[in-house]
């Protein structure tokens, strides 16, 4: 008789429980759901897709869900689970999550989607158009880290982390090489970037650890990185190496967020203003107009910009010459 | 030696301790009988706890004992379960696998709310460091850039060999796992034997999942743990089910984990996805070859009822 009492109580108690969420949808205010494969307090990816959708939230007096570390098996069945709560958008942080998204997308056609690193192309695969890309140019993420790390490499061995092999990670690797070397050799010196490297996912920050050291023991001095937890994982090992050394040679060029003052060795930061692109989409989504485009972020639109630059390491000379070659990449006549 | 052979020894050794800790948390369960698969589970609630008791407290020795605690009180659960509801051993350890990671990331929220910021510790020091040794010579960075964390795992497989193969207690513990029943007719308390293996199983997988984030990384994330419980399984059984085989199995993982890293570093033809696999082929394949024969406890797995004949 008493286990009956207690467990009709739990289920009791579960139910009431649950109550403030159902109620949470009972009045007008609209709602976005982010699903992320990385914690939202990784000190990067991950932490920069969740206050950019907060920040965006509060503009517009939406309210948010999210849902983060998911595997990648549980993407489609997270987006459902929202889809199902009758959310108004679901923000999906990533490249990785097109496949899941479109097919949610087909599922249900009321609820819109907002792709962020999603391809061009995706926006037109889905069947009832309410997918849109949100793309920071990833070119122009690689060219800003790839400056910074060209004028302040002393080895001539910049590094680079990746989470998985997506096309904008490759993007941002190839952008991050090319402007290095431009930079570099207009300094009178020469790069070499590492082959790229992949966790697997953007959780692992032991990876991060590894990858480092053993880029370091190759003479890397400048890391930028794509990788979310594995990032703040490379981090500290290059503030070890530092420390081992007496001194801070080795850097770090932090995204998407300014992560100035997060670790010794961050130098600067490449920021990504993906607040502005999620705002773009739920006053979309208000108009009725959400779906079928691909919204771009540039460091001409200012959506993309180069975070403070720590003065405490970089010579002035340097911080002048790398604001030029800012300004030469907002002009478009960078690497011209 | 090459540097390029010595970094990866030392990064074997690195991802090898670990999983020493689980694989012996593993090795005394399963020594008393109880096959338990919920060690990535333990290993994940230790590791929360270890984190959030180091950064209140700045020690990352009590981070590691509340790891341990932690991971003892879960492990209850699995004791309670199949030693005394004499329960499907694979399935409550599947359970504490769901549950307790599961435990972890809710905690994790509470503590820290829905906050973003990146939340990180101090970590264990080093002889190295203590000792404030400048040389980088390759065996001084092997044999003293290491957390006591790691003189521990080492001390205690040399303690669990001679333990079990040189003590009467240890031979009775053995004796829990092969034949119970005949073990109880010589008076060895079956059951609190059986406790006992939980208590040691909850507490090494807890120091385990703690290590990762008392003295190796700053960060608790989510998952961090990454499937080295299902590896301390495999290590067992590449082991033999003996500390010293145990103890190779996981340098041997962690070699390969390290070597994946660093063959991505210096070959750019082959896609990465294929040196990542290297760990894992290198399981089954050496599961195929040394797990044919069975050399485990008898009555592994199996329920212990007193009463029955």
């Known amino acids: 008789m008493n286990r009956k009492w207690i467990a009709m109580t739990l289920a009791g108690a579960m139910i009431a429980s649950m109550a403030p969420a159902f109620t949470a949808y009972a009045d007008d205010t609209r709602t976005v759901a982010m699903i992320c494969d990385s914690s939202i307090s990784d ?33 489609y069945d997270t987006i459902v689970s929202y889809c199902d709560l009758d959310v108004d958008m679901i923000y999906a942080p990533g490249n990785q999550y097109t496949d899941a998204v479109l097919q949610a997308a087909e599922e249900y056609p009321d609820i819109a989607f907002a792709l962020l690193n999603g391809n061009e192309a995706t926006p037109e695969k889905a069947a009832n158009g309410n997918v849109s890309s ?39 690797y190839d952008g991050y090489g090319k402007a290095a070397a431009y930079v570099a050799e207009a300094n009178g010196k020469s790069v070499t970037l590492l082959d790229p490297v992949y966790s697997g996912d953007f959780s692992a920050s032991d990876k991060g650890i590894e990858f480092a050291k053993a880029m370091i023991d190759q003479g890397a001095d ?83 910009s180069a975070g403070e630059v720590n003065t405490e390491i970089v010579p002035e000379d340097v911080q002048t010459a790398y604001a030029g070659y800012i300004e030469e990449m907002k002009a478009g006549t960078f690497m011209q | 030696m090459g540097t390029f052979l010595a970094n990866l020894i030392l990064a ?39 984190f959030l008791v180091s950064l209140i407290t700045g020690s990352p020795l009590l981070g ?33 696998n769901i549950f307790a990671p599961a435990l972890a990331a809710f905690i994790y929220r509470v503590y820290f709310g829905s906050g973003s910021e990146l939340v990180q510790a101090g970590l264990m020091g080093t002889f190295k460091n203590m ?35 040189r003590t009467k207690s240890g031979l009775n513990y053995k004796a829990v796992g092969e034949y119970p029943k005949a073990a109880a007719t010589l008076g060895i308390n079956v059951i609190g034997i059986k406790y006992l293996s939980c208590v040691i199983c909850g507490a090494l997988a807890g120091i385990g999942g703690a290590y990762l984030t008392t003295c190796y990384s700053r960060t608790y994330v989510d998952g961090n743990i990454a499937g080295r419980g299902f590896i301390a399984l495999a290590a067992v059984i590449f082991g033999r089910w ?68």
């Open chain 1, 43 to 75: 000190g990067g990816w991950g932490m920069a897709c969740y206050n950019a959708m907060i920040d965006a939230a509060e503009r517009c007096g939406w309210e948010t869900m999210y849902s983060d570390s998911i595997a990648q098996s549980a993407y």
């Open chain 2, 242 to 309: 003996n500390p010293g085989g145990v103890l190779i199995a996981c340098l041997f993982f962690g070699f390969c984990d390290a070597l994946q890293i660093r063959l991505q570093l210096i070959n750019n033809t082959l896609p990465y996805q294929f040196f990542q696999m290297i760990p894992y082929v290198a399981t089954i394949v050496v599961l195929a070859i040394i797990g044919a024969k069975k050399a485990g406890p008898k009555s592994s797995g199996q329920p212990y009822r007193k009463e029955e004949r």
């Open chain 1, 222 to 304: 400048v890391f930028f990185g794509d990788a979310s937890a594995v990032d703040s994982g490379a981090r500290q090992a290059i503030d070890e190496a530092n420390e081992a050394n007496g001194a801070i040679k080795i850097y770090d060029i932090a995204q998407p967020t300014d992560l100035l003052g997060q670790n010794p060795c961050v130098i600067g930061s490449q920021v990504t203003d993906n607040a502005g692109l999620i705002e773009l989409s739920m006053k979309a989504v208000e108009e009725g107009t959400f779906g079928g485009e691909t919204l771009f972020g540039t460091l001409q639109n200012g959506v993309l």
């Open chain 1, 134 to 172: 949100l793309l920071p140019d990833a070119t122009q993420i690689g060219w800003i880290a790839g400056a910074l790390a060209g004028l302040m490499t002393e080895s001539g061995t910049i590094a680079f982390i990746g989470g998985m092999e997506l096309d904008t990670t490759l993007a941002k």
């Open chain 2, 131 to 165: 000792l404030g040794i400048k040389s980088n010579h390759f065996l001084v960075n092997l044999f003293l850039d290491q957390t006591p964390m790691v003189y521990l795992a080492f001390i205690l497989v040399i303690v669990t060999a001679v333990y079990f193969t």
């Open chain 2, 64 to 96: 590691v004992l509340a790891g341990a605690a932690a991971g003892i009180l879960v492990n209850m659960i699995f004791a309670y379960a199949t030693v005394t509801l004499c329960a499907e051993q694979i399935v409550y350890g599947m359970a504490i």
């Open chain 2, 12 to 50: 074997g050794v690195r991802m090898a301790s670990p999983l020493i800790f689980l694989s012996l948390a593993e090795l005394y369960s399963q020594r008393a009988g109880l096959v338990n698969i919920g060690i990535e589970g333990i290993a994940a609630i230790g590791s929360l706890t270890g």
